[in-house]
């Protein structure tokens, strides 16, 4: 697998059933080092937000009434995301809804930071990002970086992406590349199946 340049990816919900994108932010690191390049986007849903997520992460319908919709933007998505390798805590969310909006994406693989974690920090107490960002010291990087807290799709991305960076950095190239085929939900999937 060629993970060494990677999308770190979050979206946030609108409450839905099922959820709509309302925001979404990309990070792009090559050798597990951001390049300055990153993306977000407000996204404009079908329907309101719910006040139950609005607790959660802030955005309210009027945040983005005048943001574009999922349609406007998927082509930039694509051009940037579509056939490389994504990064996400709980990936498996990130693809669902991601595939649901724009049912053209197609990443190669989907390393999933909340399986890199219990794998490589095992006996933790929690492995919530929030609670993973605290115990590993990179919350306070995440909001110098971003000036922004935590259910950010911006503060989230940058989050992942220093846990990423920090879980596999100790790590020699060929355990880093074990690695994250083992926290890849696409290869354990494939596994599932021989």
């Known amino acids: 697998m060629s993970w060494?340049?990677?999308?770190?990816?979050?979206?946030?919900?609108?409450g839905a059933t099922p959820p709509e994108i309302i925001e979404i932010a990309l990070l792009e690191l090559i050798d597990l080092e951001p390049t300055g390049r990153a993306f977000h986007w407000l996204i404009k849903p079908n329907e309101s937000i719910s006040a139950a997520v609005t607790r959660i992460h802030g955005l309210t319908d009027a945040d983005v009434a005048d943001a574009p919709t999922i349609d406007d933007v998927a082509e930039d998505i694509l051009t940037w995301t579509d056939g490389?390798?994504?990064?996400?805590?709980?990936?498996?969310?990130e693809l669902e809804v991601i595939s649901r909006s724009i049912p053209e994406w197609q990443p190669s693989a989907a390393i999933d930071t909340l399986k890199l974690a219990r794998s490589l920090r095992p006996g933790l107490e929690s492995y919530g990002l929030e609670k993973l960002g605290s115990a590993l010291g990179l919350t306070a990087e995440a909001e110098r970086q971003t000036g922004l807290r935590h259910h950010s799709a911006e503060f989230d991305v940058v989050l992942t992406g220093l846990l990423f960076s920090s879980l596999l950095r100790p790590l020699g190239i060929d355990s880093r590349t074990a690695r994250a085929r083992d926290a890849d939900i696409f290869f354990s999937a494939q596994e599932s199946f021989l």
């Open 84 to 93: 490389g390798v994504i990064v996400g805590h709980n990936v498996r969310v």
């Open 4 to 14: 060494e340049k990677v999308w770190v990816v979050d979206v946030e919900g609108n």
